[in-house]
């Protein structure tokens, strides 16, 4: 441990850390006790649980959370472990139940994790004293976040998301597409390239093409960007949306979060290939110029949104060397696939950078790793 501690001390400002943070399973389970069991972490979205009975699994490590909607419409964080023998009780990553339960002995709990039905139990034995545990839980604008500590430390982020998604209308949005798949790399080299946008004009020159994140030296395109931060400002308080967020901070605040709004290149409304809506305006939006919506909160996710569809990633590490992606891509709930939205267009943009993103990741990896 004073070996980790000291490589902590010793690392330089700006420098990426020692190779052991990336590659070592000992760093890595530091990684789990010290990040993500103490930190909240995005498990996925309201809108995937509408009704009463809807859940859906989020693992992460060694746990199983059922995130449910219970009959009293509180979201709620389940632990997925019966409290007679420690069974898993959902092995179905997602669904709809009137009770949850446990395959082994059939204990039955309420969607609010209460002990509803036990068998053969003593005759002094009390329901109320075995509902299922829980995990700390929020439901911000649509987004579901869950904090595995004992207690739940602030959560900082929250107004501005509140105030960033309000117009987006995630709550009744629906998940468009999903896509899961695994990198090859530690889940710190994948965030840290999210963060930085250095290698965007090399490796992203779609992205490149329709934003504004990669540094510009040449005048010429630094008075476009002011005259179209002006005008977006302009625009978007014209719209109702909260212009104080309307910043370009790439700054994480307070080292793990970031929450604000941005203007895409002139003639571009929407985060796709030609720059132009792909399916039906979103929430209480009426006009499509509403730029991009951008949030991260570490240690696991990230979102861009349009005014016409929302990009969710959610990053979840497997082990030192692999990392899990959970990409959703959500439109407005009435739009209908094949009238409405194509999903091939709908998706084209993101997946082609998180394609690229991918594989500099694993790049990286393999140097990373080597002696
Ligand atoms: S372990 Fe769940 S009912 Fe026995
Ligand atoms: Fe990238």
Same mark, same amino acid.
């Given at each position: 441990m004073s070996a980790a501690n000291d490589l902590v001390k010793s690392r330089r400002p700006g420098w990426s850390l020692e190779q052991p943070f990336y590659v070592d399973p000992f760093y890595f389970q530091l990684d789990l006790d010290r990040v993500f069991r103490t930190g909240w972490l995005f498990a996925g979205h309201a809108c995937q649980i509408k009704e009463s009975g809807d859940y859906f699994c989020y693992d992460i490590a060694d746990d199983s959370l059922i995130i449910i909607r219970g009959y009293d419409q509180k979201v709620r964080a389940l632990f997925n472990v019966?409290?007679?023998?420690?069974?898993?009780?959902?092995?179905?990553?997602?669904?709809?139940?009137?009770? %949850?339960?446990?395959?082994?002995?059939?204990?039955?709990?309420?969607?609010?994790?209460? %002990?509803?039905?036990?068998?053969?139990?003593?005759?002094?034995?009390?329901?109320?004293?075995?509902?299922?545990?829980?995990?700390?839980?929020?439901?911000?604008?649509? %987004?579901?976040f869950v904090s595995l500590a004992d207690v739940a430390p602030a959560f900082a982020p929250e107004d501005d998301l509140k105030r960033l998604l309000g117009p987006h209308g995630l709550e009744s949005a629906k998940i468009a597409h999903s896509e899961t798949y695994d990198i090859a790399a530690n889940w710190k080299l994948v965030l840290e390239n999210q963060r930085e946008c250095y290698h965007c004009p090399a490796k992203h020159k779609g992205y490149a093409k329709i934003q504004f994140d990669t540094d510009i030296d040449d005048i010429d395109e630094q008075n476009q960007i002011q005259t179209r931060w002006n005008e977006s400002r302009e625009k978007w308080a014209s719209m109702g949306l909260d212009v104080s967020l309307a910043d370009d901070r790439y700054a994480m605040r307070e080292s793990w979060w970031r929450v604000n709004r941005t203007p895409f290149r002139a003639g571009f409304v929407s985060e796709t290939v030609n720059g132009q809506l792909v399916a039906p305006l979103m929430g209480t939006f009426t006009d499509p110029d509403a730029g991009n919506a951008r949030a991260n909160t570490y240690p696991n996710f990230w979102l861009h949104g349009s005014s016409d569809h929302m990009h969710t990633m959610r990053v979840t590490p497997i082990d030192e060397k692999i990392t899990r992606i959970q990409a959703d891509w959500l439109v407005n709930e009435t739009a209908k696939e094949g009238t409405d939205y194509s999903v091939e267009q709908l998706i084209a943009f993101s997946k082609r950078v998180n394609e690229e993103d991918h594989e500099i990741a694993e790049d990286q990896a393999k140097g990373v790793m080597s002696s």
């Open positions: 019966c409290r007679h023998r420690g069974s898993i009780i959902c092995k179905i990553p997602k669904g709809h139940v009137k009770r %949850l339960v446990c395959p082994y002995h059939q204990w039955t709990y309420d969607t609010d994790g209460s %002990l509803l039905r036990n068998t053969w139990m003593p005759e002094d034995f009390v329901n109320d004293n075995f509902s299922l545990k829980q995990a700390h839980v929020k439901s911000i604008a649509g %987004l579901i």
